[in-house]
């Protein structure tokens, strides 16, 4: 069975500065998606950022980029030049063949102004 | 494009009484996947609807049951309702891809059920 570990249940960093979120998975599949999804207060499920397995490239969006390391079955999470609007729960997904997402327990980030 | 939605956005119930949650699929999307998270948890998924059928269970109980309708959105219905049964029940959409392993869901704003 997949799990996906987040190990790390708050970060706190000042505005501007860049901060790296952290989270491993174990699966014996080959060909599978691996998400960030950011959850602010308001609760809405935000999707940040997809890598697919299959890709070598790190994927990257603006100030978001992650760091793939298939091997070591790893994906964190980079912030660059955090803003007050990125402060909120983080969670690390996991998406293979059977469909269903399986989640970390997330990171709450603050950004401190 | 219209997002996913979700009704109600807080329900109150006590302990034995039936609860259906509501969920519109985002436009274009025919399968819809249903999540509990717990307070200060991740998601946890119960199931999944493809093109009106189940297409996945997570480890929930059978008093958790839903439904899909031709227009793709969804029902999820909780019988005998419990005091863990408070959480966050959030709703996903997305488009079945033949890719397998493709799952991009999109997220509605979730319902905030409380067992009492």
């Known amino acids: 069975a997949q799990t996906v570990t987040q190990s790390q249940p708050e970060m706190s960093v000042q505005e501007a500065e860049t901060v790296t979120l952290s989270c491993t998975y174990d699966?014996?599949?080959?060909?599978?998606?691996l998400f960030w999804y950011k959850q602010p207060p308001s609760r809405q499920m935000i999707l940040v950022i997809r890598q697919e397995a299959y890709k070598q490239q790190n994927a990257t969006e603006n100030r978001f980029s992650v760091n793939f390391q298939k091997a070591a079955k790893s994906f964190s999470l980079k912030i660059s030049d955090s803003q007050l609007g990125d402060t909120a729960m983080y969670f690390c997904a996991f998406g293979g063949f059977s469909y269903q997402l399986i989640w970390g327990a997330g990171t709450k980030l603050i950004i401190k102004p | 494009e219209t997002g996913v939605t979700q009704s109600p956005t807080h329900l109150i119930k006590t302990r034995g009484q039936q609860v259906t949650l509501r969920c519109s699929s985002q436009?274009?999307?025919?399968?819809v996947s249903w999540y509990q998270q717990a307070l200060g948890q991740g998601p946890q998924f119960i199931f999944q609807?493809?093109?009106?059928?189940?297409?996945g269970r997570g480890n929930f109980p059978p008093r958790f049951s839903g439904l899909q309708f031709p227009n793709y959105s969804s029902e999820l219905n909780v019988n005998a309702l419990e005091l863990d049964d408070s959480a966050l029940y959030l709703c996903a959409s997305s488009s079945k891809l033949e890719d397998p392993a493709y799952n991009e869901q999109f997220f509605g704003p979730g319902t905030r059920l409380t067992v009492l």
């Open positions: 699966t014996s599949e080959s060909n599978y998606y």
């Open positions: 609807y493809y093109r009106e059928e189940e297409n």
């Open positions: 436009s274009g999307h025919n399968t």
